[in-house]
């Protein structure tokens, strides 16, 4: 996991001179929740409209500032009911995932920018404080002290990032005062989405360590993001129409972190890495060499005491590796000794067969229109198998539909595989 530092700054606002009357969307959410307990505890604030889609019996907050408005902010006519008198706009809400349809996330972190900006503008809100991600600064690099003046990448890492920054920009333009917020990484009490999960992963036996383990990361109290919404609430002159980075600005490793939260719960880290997992990983950004060194050790390194099915995949993965390398010469022994090693293990099944003989075809091809015949013809037999059971299983192992079609559209494989 690349490491993702962010700048923490640190801002003083004085009081309001009035009060104030606030919308809070995703309330009903972690940072939503913890930010609305922290709202009705301040005497300048009359009111808060507190939205969202579900309210769990556990967040929900009993008090006279508070107004529960349940609804989806899709809906414009909803979002219009929800701006009555109010002051001050608190955005939380949105879809917030590593994956999804790119119709999902337009929904949840477009479609619903364009209603609150269009009620605010309706009933001359004075302000938004916006929640975005510090994940639209990622690259697929290590990036550390990120300033907000640092460049954003060219192409977002995925439908999350790009939406929250499209939400941004219609937010800029939008002539409405605001704050934009980029807390990294929220942790705490209410938490649950980043320790729950991990929790659950390692009680399920899926938490395994993926390279050295000394992982850096920036993590944030949810305190300290609350903590950056109240001081918004009193921005003014340059302080406001401005984005912020908000973080603990104290980075940790990540795999101790983990280590030391599963101790406090009686539970042990199982602290094997998983070579395939890297090299896989590898394989996916193009760094064939990377891949193969990490391949190297599951083959030849008998002390790792590797699952069998990881071994025989990391074979069918080191010959895919050795095309990519055009190391044409020394593929069919490859071919030969995988096959060997696949049959001893009685592991041999048509979707590793399909990968053998169509690698020897395509090593023997004769120029490149021949080599797009070659996949067009093993995409097709591929998906006469797909629907068996131990080729769905090898599926598991590599993405052969999408490696396929990237060498049939001329693309990346990240990028098909993102595009499914």
């Known amino acids: 996991m690349p490491a993702l530092g962010i700048v923490k700054l640190t801002l003083h606002f004085r009081e309001p001179e009035s009060k104030m009357n606030i919308l809070l969307t995703g309330a009903t959410g972690f940072l939503g929740y913890r930010t609305l307990e922290r709202l009705i505890s301040l005497d300048y604030i009359t009111t808060v409209v507190a939205t969202g889609r579900k309210l769990l019996p556990y967040r929900k907050i009993e008090s006279k500032k508070v107004v529960y408005k349940l609804g989806n902010l899709e809906d414009a006519i909803f979002v219009d009911s929800l701006v009555q008198d109010v002051d001050i706009i608190i955005h939380t809400a949105s879809l917030s995932s590593p994956w999804g349809k790119s119709s999902e996330f337009n929904l949840a972190n477009i479609v619903t920018q364009k209603n609150i900006l269009c009620a605010a503008r309706k009933k001359a809100v004075k302000k938004i404080i916006y929640i975005s991600s510090p994940s639209v600064y990622f690259d697929g690099t290590h990036r550390l002290l990120i300033k907000e003046s640092d460049p954003l990448p060219t192409r977002f890492i995925n439908e999350y990032a790009r939406t929250k920054r499209q939400a941004e920009i219609l937010l800029e333009d939008s002539l409405i005062p605001y704050i ?26 899926k938490l395994r360590i993926i390279g050295n383990g000394n992982n850096l990361v920036d993590l944030t109290s949810v305190d300290n993001a609350v903590e ?25 490793l990540l795999w101790k972190t983990i280590q030391n939260v599963l101790n406090a719960l009686n539970k042990q880290m199982n ?84 990968i053998l003989n169509y690698i020897r075809k395509l090593i023997n091809s004769k120029n490149e229109e021949d080599k797009n015949y070659i996949f067009r013809e093993w995409y097709k037999e591929f998906l006469s198998v797909a629907e068996d059971y131990d080729e769905i299983k090898a599926s598991e192992y590599f993405d052969l539909n999408s490696w396929i079609k990237s060498k049939i559209s001329k693309k990346k494989f990240q990028d098909v595989v993102k595009a499914k």
């Not at 934009?180 to 036996?205: K, V």
């Not at 395939?276 to 060499?289: P, Q, V």
């Not at 990391?314 to 590796?321: F, P, S």
Request: charged share 25%; net charge positive.
């Open 180 to 205: 934009i917020l980029r807390p990294r990484a929220l942790i705490g009490r209410g938490d649950s989405i980043i320790m729950p999960r991990l929790i659950r992963a390692y009680d399920e036996g």
């Open 228 to 252: 950056a919404i109240i001081l918004s609430l009193n921005a003014n002159g340059l302080t406001l129409n401005q984005i912020y980075n908000i973080s603990n600005d104290e980075p940790v």
């Open 271 to 354: 602290n094997t890495r998983i070579p395939y997992n890297i090299a896989y990983l590898y394989f996916g950004t193009d760094d064939y060499n990377n891949s193969l060194k990490w391949l190297n050790k599951i083959i030849n390194d008998s002390d790792l005491k590797i699952r069998e099915d990881i071994q025989c995949f990391a074979r069918i993965l080191n010959l895919l590796v050795h095309y990519e390398l055009k190391n044409y010469n020394l593929i069919e022994y490859i071919i030969k000794s995988t096959k060997r090693y696949l049959s001893s293990k009685n592991s041999l099944n048509k979707f590793e067969s399909l």
